[in-house]
């Protein structure tokens, strides 16, 4: 613990001094967020370290995929097999794709196999609102919140009834169709969308194939000339009715299905499902009282088969099927016993559920939880308090917990200090995947310290969060079998900075976030864990213009390795992005975008590429005029 303190400490002082502030928050003042606490709560009140993209900012980042939207934001780093509707895994302050606790309106959404959440399945134009918290969650939301949370809001009407259709093409054939219309009318509010997005895509696989253990090739595992096609119908719908000013009833439900081609030798398409649906009641019988109640189901369903002649017609295989299910229930009571101090409590329950043609020997497994908070503020001190307990069916009980303290001066400068554990059960693929899976697995554990300062003001925001982690029994794989294992140890530092300001008709939003996370596990020396850059920035510019917004955005990510020896390096690289958006009345706006406009050739995963120079108009149209 000194150890990590000394080093934590000096990680600080070097960023304070050489970088000085990085990357914009985008939320003002007055934004509530729910996700950092499981309660409503005013962003500056947060002592995680989060970020929000509200409606506004993903419109105006053009983004097709919700990889693209995300890439560059504090603490996370995304890789990505080839474009649209391929495989793309996300790391969150240098943990494991399968550490991050994906909710779609309070409801989990990721696969039971693999761990991780399909980010590239989920439809950009279905979403209203994003919050990213980073940093253990696990005493609020259990076992997947090791690395940080990430939850996503489906649109919602509000107002008067208002309809809306975007229609987008670009590079590769892609186009896109996204409409939708929403509204309120006395205690009811509605929304209804839907949008289907297909494209061509690109040669997305360099990979070599398997010639012998001494060659055993990578990637795809071969390298057909032919392009990758994805297209993805989705639909979202919501139902609100709030029967008084004390109780509120809310039904969504958010649908993805399509189909990706790739490369391989021997499945080359997988038919794809996301889905969420869920019902949540708010009820307030007191002043002081607020009670949840919400259950739902997510699906990820993943069908792999061979089509046309791109496969090898010697060795046929029959569909992969990974059908999974997630059955979620929470119950929580706040209780606000001071104007400034709220206890929380309540219950988990989730069932995940397992279908496929593997053969399993377990196929599904449940998880309760009960949990505790205490938030509250004594003059210009901030206090956060938090337990929960697991019982897992298979791995039995596990406790973990959280406290963070906060002091604010009176100019809205802010320090921070926290201390959390968390931990992570396997997946059925790293239990029991032929092999692969390892039945003797056990869970992963961690503990995480954070020192942070910020600032909120009327001019912008900025802050600095350093961190150490230590992960034990991480799960990774034997270079050797091949099999899924428990390595013994690994360290991630961290330093994640953001800054945002605006002045006249411009706004800066500028990011940097620099890590090491090391395998400490004996026959590793420290190697680096694969996938993870160490450092990588984003700036944005952006430029208002009578009805014109342009836009300048530049990326730049540091090399890392594709493999746990760290023998197979992934060059750095940097891309700029050029963007405009004119809104040529009330009710009629064009959006234009270049991305990689230097054509720079790189990869996020070994024999991938990525895309190079490519562009995106769209035409958006809204008949009763946009209040945004």
């Not at 939207?69 to 996370?76: D, K, R, V």
Request: hydrophobic letters at 35%; a negative charge; proline letters at 4%.
């Amino acid at each position: 613990m000194p150890d990590g303190i000394l080093r934590l400490g000096a990680f600080t002082v070097l960023l304070t001094v050489s970088v000085g502030v990085a990357c914009a928050e985008d939320a003002s003042l007055d934004t509530v967020v729910v996700t950092a606490t499981r309660t409503p709560t005013p962003v500056d009140d947060v002592l995680s370290s989060i970020t929000v993209l509200d409606e506004a900012t993903i419109r105006a980042r053009q983004a097709s995929s919700i990889q693209e939207l995300l890439e560059g934001e504090a603490g996370i780093e995304i890789a990505n097999n080839g474009g649209l509707g391929k495989t793309t895994s996300l790391y969150l302050r240098g943990t494991e794709a399968d550490h991050v606790l994906v909710l779609v309106d309070g409801i989990p959404l990721s696969s039971a196999t693999l761990g991780s959440t399909a980010f590239q399945y989920l439809p950009v134009s279905e979403i209203d609102r994003i919050e990213i918290v980073r940093g253990p969650q696990a005493s609020l939301y259990g076992s997947d919140a090791l690395g940080g949370v990430i939850q996503i809001f489906t649109r919602r009407g509000a107002g008067t009834f208002a309809p809306d259709l975007d229609l987008s093409t670009g590079s590769h054939g892609y186009q896109d169709v996204a409409g939708g219309a929403g509204g309120s009318t006395g205690a009811l509010s509605y929304s209804a969308s839907g949008s289907y997005q297909t494209t061509n895509g690109y040669d997305s696989c360099l990979g070599a194939p398997y010639v012998s253990p001494a060659s055993p090739g990578g990637g795809c595992l071969t390298d057909v000339p032919y392009d990758d096609r994805y297209h993805n119908a989705a639909a979202s719908a919501r139902l609100a009715y709030q029967g008084s000013d004390h109780a509120e009833t809310d039904l969504f439900f958010l649908r993805a299905t399509g189909s990706t081609d790739f490369h391989s030798d021997y499945q080359n398409r997988e038919y794809f499902v996301q889905q969420v649906a869920g019902i949540s009641e708010i009820w307030s019988p007191l002043d002081a009282l607020r009670l949840t109640a919400r259950a739902g189901q997510s699906r990820d369903d993943e069908t792999d088969v061979a089509v046309g002649l791109a496969v090898n017609p010697a060795s046929p295989v029959p569909p992969s099927i990974f059908d999974t299910v997630r059955a979620f229930g929470t119950l929580q009571a706040d209780w606000k016993i001071a104007s400034s101090n709220t206890l929380s409590f309540g219950a988990d329950y989730l069932r995940d559920q397992v279908d496929n043609n593997a053969d399993f020997p377990v196929n599904s497994r449940r998880d309760t939880g009960e949990f505790a908070e205490y938030d509250g503020t004594f003059g210009p001190q901030h206090l956060l308090l938090s337990v929960r307990r697991d019982q897992n069916q298979q791995f039995g009980d596990k406790t973990t917990g959280g406290a963070a303290w906060g002091y604010r001066w009176d100019d809205g400068l802010r320090i921070s200090a926290s201390y959390a554990t968390a931990f992570k059960a396997p997946t059925f693929d790293e239990l029991y995947y032929p092999y692969y899976g390892t039945p003797t697995l056990e869970p992963e554990t961690s503990r995480s310290i954070e020192i942070g300062v910020d600032q909120f003001a009327s001019w912008g925001f900025w802050s600095l969060h350093g961190y150490d982690t230590r992960i034990s029994n991480l799960i990774e794989t034997d270079p050797n079998s091949f099999t899924a294992q428990n390595i013994s140890s690994s360290v991630i530092d961290g330093l994640e900075a953001q800054f945002g300001r605006e002045w006249q008709d411009w706004r800066a939003q500028l990011t940097g976030t620099w890590i090491d996370p090391r395998n400490e596990s004996r026959g590793y020396d420290g190697d680096l864990l694969p996938r993870r850059a160490q450092a990588q920035a984003r700036l944005e510019l952006v430029h208002h213009w009578h009805d014109v917004d342009l836009t300048g955005r530049f990326n730049i990510v540091g090399k890392r390795f594709d493999d746990e020896a760290n023998t197979i390096r992934l060059g750095g690289y940097g891309t700029l992005d050029l963007l405009v958006a004119w809104r040529l009345s009330s009710t009629l706006a064009i959006q234009g975008k270049l991305a990689n406009l230097t054509d720079h050739s790189y990869e996020t995963a070994y024999y991938y590429p990525a895309d190079g120079r490519n562009f995106l108009i769209t035409v958006m149209f809204t008949p009763l005029g946009r209040s945004n």
